[in-house]
């Protein structure tokens, strides 16, 4: 995604009505706009002048609220725009830099009230569908009244859409109901059912051929999309729930890619996805954070992209006072060649019959065009002769309103015929080989550069027969520092609001609903401010307070049966509060701990006593983390900085480098191996970022970063080194990013988020041995609600599980078992944690499943026997060529995982 020049002396409209609140043609941008009162639309080119700069226009429309606009499919400079003053308007617009019209073309009066959306034919001329608060009429542009109308709808009409041959018309409503309607054979909707539970808005959008989509929200008030399949309306194919959030979801969908935008009205997260119709229906390609929230959206037509950049989509995006053009692009070799899997032919500009036509029965298609540069239609400005056209006489004939001299009903310019598609087989082989993922298929995984192998993983809480219920009583509100709980393979400790900072543990062997009785808890004393399990002992928990010590406590065998009083052990020489504790991955019974008193101390629980104290930070101290070889401890502090320790060595930081901008929290994880630093802050406007930086050389700065959100919490990342895959999510937050890290560009590769019904307390992660690898479990969490805790899994979708993945499960570090004691690694020795496999005795890895032989697919003699000219047959060799140099050009990066079959990928 790159961000275009903004379009600057914008002033965008308020949210007061159902429809778009903003629209493009190849040409012309225009969008609803509060300058001067209501009644105004604003106007701008498309691209910038030679300037390089946009001009930006008004012009008065309506004596009330413009409430839709949208152009023509097949005319850049035909814009209709309806009002809460009940009237329809179609405008001839000219380039922004010439005087636009002050009276209408057309005025239509479909007097049913205040008028919400408008929505022209996709196939038909001249044919628009007119929406009042509750009913539907559909008009000839060219005609003094309605061709029909349709049954009115039982409460606000919220969302139309046409389907891409125009044949129906679905609806969304604030009833809760989703319509569908054949306008020509009967005013009745012939299918009707409820769509979402929730109150609020939703919008409807026809998809991939008989399937459409909806927006909305659930009876929890959260963000939802659900898939349909038009001919069986009965239930939802799909559904997906997102975020907790007021703002409508306002889906914009491109049939060339199957590609989906969703954006909040409101809200600055831009989500794109790949709509399948498969499971996963929804597949994230991408998130993008714009500066300013959205007021509207809209997608530029394909004839309109700058191919000459592998631009695939471009989104327009309607902030207060700018329109932010949002670029996708592939990176491509670009300018040199025309890259035909990322472009085929899309739908053209000429209307496939009018509006009479349709009426009287047609179904026909927009032909297709091509979008290479030396076939594909040029957008005509209006001619000189058009311009000095005057108005239409409302009072035409039909036979002089319908024929080709009226502006209204021929399109403004002629489309180039489509090319058919050139045969590339059977030039040598004589076969066609049996299809992996099409061209256009990599395409969609190539938009927006490598995408990773866990890029559809999923996130599923277990059964709720695994689930520890009616918890009481939590302490919601832990220093920033904490991660708010902690867990081990057999036990969860979970912080209580009691006097005393008091600490439930519930084993995970023993779910179900708790007693409504008081539980046995462990009794610090004081607030406790961090606390942690030993990693190789899950019976001893270590927990910081208030008061700048550290108790040491052990639970017993079986679990808490009573309440715990008295420490194994006390910890005492931090001065001040203390921020976090944390476990050597190595070195058995070695913690660190930090504190406000600006120190850094390691601690021997064989001893009970402090062994070394580190200094150099001059503020409060986010977050550290051991080197995953357990030599170096890096730290992330308030005072800016990233620093490295070589705790045997010195006292002093041996590296130092700028951190997070943001001074509301931090987190610092070693990934790659130890190659890299991962840390998760906030930048100078308080916006949730990942940062990556080189061990090696900290003073360089960050290598990359990836912005994430705003939210007050702090991200706290989970990182596995088996996957290279990155778990991250905040206190109160309901959505956990997930991201490959790999140690080259793009560093960050995003995968799919997984979104919780509720806000949790955030997720602690179990060994790798709890992960049921049979169903391609990557990764094993248990997440703590309001009143419950719920185990999570990660799963990664394959077609062939009785195979063991083991691309995905290599041989595991056994972390949970110490390689050397504190006082041997104090004294200059170090630890390596032994392997072992995660394959079942009874399962084959699928790097050895036997390989299945390609299917040849023989074309039939006519093909060879045809007789085809010089030309045909050049174009057909260069085609052929053309698609396999791009295949090995740019092939899915699946394809170089070893031991992977091609079609064990379920996209």
Not at 336 to 349: E, I, K, M, N, R
Not at 553 to 574: A, D
Not at 703 to 714: F, G, I, M, N
Request: aromatic share 8%; charged share 20%.
């Amino acid at each position: 995604m790159i961000s275009l020049g903004w379009i600057a002396n914008v002033r965008g409209g308020s949210f007061s009505s159902q429809g778009k609140h903003i629209k493009s043609s190849c040409s012309l941008v225009a969008f609803n706009t509060d300058h001067a009162g209501g009644g105004m639309v604003g106007l701008s080119s498309v691209n910038a002048g030679a300037d390089g700069k946009w001009s930006v226009t008004q012009i008065s429309c309506h004596a009330d609220l413009v409430t839709d606009l949208d152009f023509s499919p097949f005319d850049d400079y035909l814009l209709a725009t309806c009002s809460a003053d009940q009237t329809v308007k179609l405008w001839r617009l000219w380039d922004v830099d010439q005087d636009q019209p002050s009276n209408a073309e057309v005025t239509l009066s479909p007097a049913d009230g205040r008028l919400e959306l408008l929505l022209f034919h996709p196939a038909a001329s001249a044919l628009l569908a007119v929406a009042s608060a509750g009913g539907v009429q559909l008009w000839d542009i060219n005609r003094d009244s309605a061709l029909t109308v349709l049954e009115p709808h039982a409460d606000q009409l919220q969302g139309l859409s046409w389907k891409e041959d125009g044949s129906l018309l679905a609806s969304s409503c604030k009833d809760k109901k989703l319509r569908l309607f054949d306008p020509r054979a009967q005013p009745s909707a012939v299918q009707c059912v409820q769509a979402h539970q929730g109150n609020r808005d939703s919008r409807v959008l026809w998809v991939k051929d008989d399937n459409l989509l909806t927006t909305g929200f659930n009876q929890v008030r959260q963000q939802e999309v659900r898939l349909w399949d038009s001919r069986k309306l009965t239930s939802s194919v799909s559904a997906l729930s997102l975020a907790t959030s007021n703002s409508t979801l306002i889906p914009l969908f491109d049939s060339d890619s199957g590609l989906l935008i969703l954006s909040g009205n409101g809200e600055s997260v831009i989500d794109c996805f790949e709509v399948n119709t498969s499971e996963p229906f929804l597949s994230q390609v991408s998130q993008c954070v714009a500066d300013s929230s959205s007021r509207g959206v809209c997608l530029l037509p394909k004839l309109a992209l700058d191919i000459s950049c592998c631009e695939v989509l471009r989104l327009m995006q309607l902030t207060e006072n700018f329109i932010v053009p949002i670029s996708y692009q592939v990176p491509r070799k670009a300018g040199q060649d025309f890259h035909a899997d990322l472009y085929p032919d899309t739908v053209g500009h000429t209307a496939a019959m009018s509006a009479d036509e349709w009426w009287k029965g047609d179904n026909k298609q927009v032909e297709r065009v091509s979008l290479h540069p030396s076939k594909r239609p040029k957008p005509a400005a209006p001619s000189a002769q058009e311009k000095a056209q005057k108005d239409l006489s409302r009072g035409k004939s039909k036979e002089e309103a319908s024929s080709s001299s009226s502006p209204l009903s021929s399109p403004s310019s002629s489309a180039v015929p489509s090319r058919s598609p050139s045969s590339t087989s059977g030039l040598s082989s004589g076969f066609v080989p049996s299809p992996s993922p099409s061209q256009s298929s990599r395409a969609i995984h190539n938009m927006l550069g490598p995408s990773s192998k866990f890029r559809h993983i999923q996130g599923s809480v277990l059964h709720r027969d695994t689930h520890i219920t009616n918890l009481r009583g939590l302490h919601l509100t832990t220093p920033g520092e904490c991660d708010g709980f902690c867990a081990n393979g057999q036990r969860v400790a979970v912080p209580l609001a009691i006097a005393g900072g008091q600490i439930a543990v519930f084993e995970l062997s023993q779910p179900g609903k708790l007693p409504d009785t008081a539980l046995p808890t462990i009794q610090n004393s004081v607030n406790v401010a961090d606390f942690c399990w030993d990693p190789f002992d899950p019976h001893r928990l270590v927990v910081a307070g208030d008061d700048a010590k550290i108790r040491v406590w052990q639970i017993p065998k079986g679990g808490l049966q009573e309440t715990l009083t008295e420490p194994e052990c006390v910890l005492r020489g931090h001065t001040e509060k203390i921020y976090s504790v944390k476990f050597h991955p190595h070195a058995i019974g070695l913690l660190v701990s930090s504190s406000y008193d600006l120190t850094v101390r390691l601690w021997s629980l064989e001893t009970g006593e402090q062994v070394k104290q580190l200094s150099g930070h001059q503020d409060q101290i986010f977050g550290m983390a051991w080197s995953p070889d357990g030599k170096l401890l890096a730290t992330v502090c308030k005072d800016g900085k990233v620093r490295l320790y070589d705790p045997r060595k010195s006292t002093s930081p041996i590296q130092e480098g700028p951190g997070p901008e943001g001074q509301r929290g931090a987190r610092v994880v070693w990934v790659c191996g130890g190659k890299f630093l991962m840390v998760s802050g906030f930048d100078s406007r308080s916006e949730r970022q990942l940062y990556l930086f080189s061990a090696e050389s900290l003073a360089s700065g960050s290598l990359a970063s990836a912005p994430a959100d705003v939210s007050p919490s702090t991200l706290i990342p989970f990182y596995d080194p088996d996957t290279s895959v990155l778990i991250l999510t905040g206190k109160g937050d309901t959505r956990v990013y997930i991201y490959e890290i790999v140690p080259e560009a793009p560093y960050f590769m995003e995968c799919s988020s997984f979104n919780s019904s509720e806000p949790h307390k955030g997720l602690c992660f179990l060994p790798k041995t709890e992960c049921d690898v049979r169903d391609v479990e990557v990764a094993r969490a248990v997440r703590l609600g309001k009143t419950t805790i719920e185990p999570v899994a990660f799963r990664v979708p394959r077609v062939k599980k009785e195979f063991f993945q083991d691309d995905v499960f290599p041989d595991t570090a056994v972390w949970w078992e110490s390689s050397l004691s504190a006082a041997d690694w104090l004294s200059g020795s170090d630890g390596q944690h032994r392997k072992i496999s995660l394959r079942p005795k009874d399962m084959t890895p699928v790097s050895e499943a036997p390989k299945e032989a390609p299917v040849r697919k023989y074309l039939p003699s006519s093909v060879y026997l045809e007789e085809k000219t010089d030309e045909q047959k050049k174009e057909e060799l260069l085609s052929a060529m053309v698609a396999k140099l791009g295949n090995r050009e740019d092939p899915l990066p699946q394809e170089s995982y070893e031991g992977v079959d091609e079609d064990e990928w379920d996209d």
